[in-house]
């Protein structure tokens, strides 16, 4: 008999979180503060620009402060070092976000590294990383904060499961990696993580009740290398062409959905997944900055 898995739906937990958001950003307005958000974006990079312009929109629907600097290509890193500056000492800014990728003649490292750590909303400055990892609170980067949230919201049990990750980077991999070992409810998994140079990877997904996948390859995690009944969640966003779209491309995820979804006992979709959970938790970041910032 077919599978019908369980969908996690990021987009129906994403408009739970931005309603929350809502009383918070009712008390600030209180008080005179509309939570700021600024974004930085250099150069032309079509998917960043989607995402910048996705998260404006958002933002302002919510009643933030939001802009957007849009800076040419060409910007110098010691001109982009002074926008960053100019944006931490602006109090009316709670928040900052430099769209990566930067163009190559840009550090990004250092440029992270500029913003001050209590306007660092991405979760990216090594003091939010450190306390991350310290399980203290701080910024925690938006994509595995916005799983965390899919988990919360299905109630999803971690404690005692072995959680596999697939990919290392610093923005997903690592950091979701860490939270699953936290020791707190959402946490006290066992935790594998597997990226390039591990041979066999199957061998490990198909020991995963939950599997994480993040490699940013498209399809490329198979029926076979996935155990019955884990859940699964999807952070690739991958464009693949597709003529018969209108755009010449569709998206998908890392994992090959339609194969996979026929044995796992849950799965979040691309798009509609972990996608939406992004800019929501950037969101929450910038409300809880601007709450900070009374204190
Ligand atoms: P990245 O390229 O920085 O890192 C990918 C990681 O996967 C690397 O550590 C690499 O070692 C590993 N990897 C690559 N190919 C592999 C393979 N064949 N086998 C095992 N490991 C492999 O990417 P990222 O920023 O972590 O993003 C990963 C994917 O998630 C991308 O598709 C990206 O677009 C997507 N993403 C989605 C969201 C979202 O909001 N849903 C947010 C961030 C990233």
């Known amino acids: 008999m077919p599978n019908s898995p369980l969908i996690l739906s990021g987009k129906e937990v994403s408009l739970a979180v931005k309603s929350d958001l809502k009383n918070r950003i009712l008390e600030l307005k209180e008080k005179g503060i509309a939570p700021g958000l600024t974004a930085v974006l ?3 990079d079509p998917a960043s620009q989607v995402y910048v312009r996705s998260k404006e929109r958002q933002s302002a629907k919510l009643g933030f402060n939001s802009n957007v600097l ?3 290509k060409g910007t110098s890193q010691a ?3 002074d ?4 944006l931490n000492d602006d109090p009316s800014v709670h928040g900052i976000l430099v769209q990566l990728p930067l163009p190559k003649h840009i550090d990004s490292q250092l440029i ?6 209590a306007k660092d909303v991405d979760g990216f400055h090594p003091v939010s990383v450190g306390k991350l990892v310290l399980d203290l609170d701080g910024f ?8 965390l949230e899919i988990m919360k919201f299905y109630k999803i049990e971690t404690a005692g499961k072995h959680v596999v990750v697939v990919g290392r980077s610093n923005i997903v991999g690592k950091p979701m990696a860490n939270l699953m070992i936290q020791k707190k409810d959402l946490g006290n998994a066992t935790v594998t993580l597997v990226h390039t140079r591990t041979p066999d990877m199957g061998l490990h997904t198909r020991q995963a009740d939950i599997l994480i996948a993040a490699a940013g390859v498209p399809e490329f995690i198979t029926a076979d290398m996935v155990r019955d009944g884990a859940v699964v969640i999807d952070v690739g966003i991958n464009r693949v062409e597709d003529d018969s779209t209108e755009k010449g491309y569709r998206l998908v995820g890392d994992v090959d959905f339609s194969a996979v979804s026929k044995k796992c006992a849950a799965i979040t979709p691309v798009p509609g997944g972990v996608g939406p959970m992004t800019i929501a938790m950037l969101l ?3 409300v809880k900055s601007a709450e900070n910032s009374l204190n």
Do not use: H, M, Y
Not at 140 to 147: E, H, K, L, Q, W
């Open 42 to 44: 250099v150069g032309e």
């Open 284 to 286: 929450s970041n910038t």
């Open 79 to 81: 001109e982009l070092l």
């Open 112 to 117: 992270i590294e500029s913003i001050d750590p």
């Open 140 to 147: 925690v980067s938006c994509t595995p904060a916005g799983i």
């Open 83 to 86: 926008v960053v500056k100019q």
């Open 70 to 72: 849009r800076l040419d």
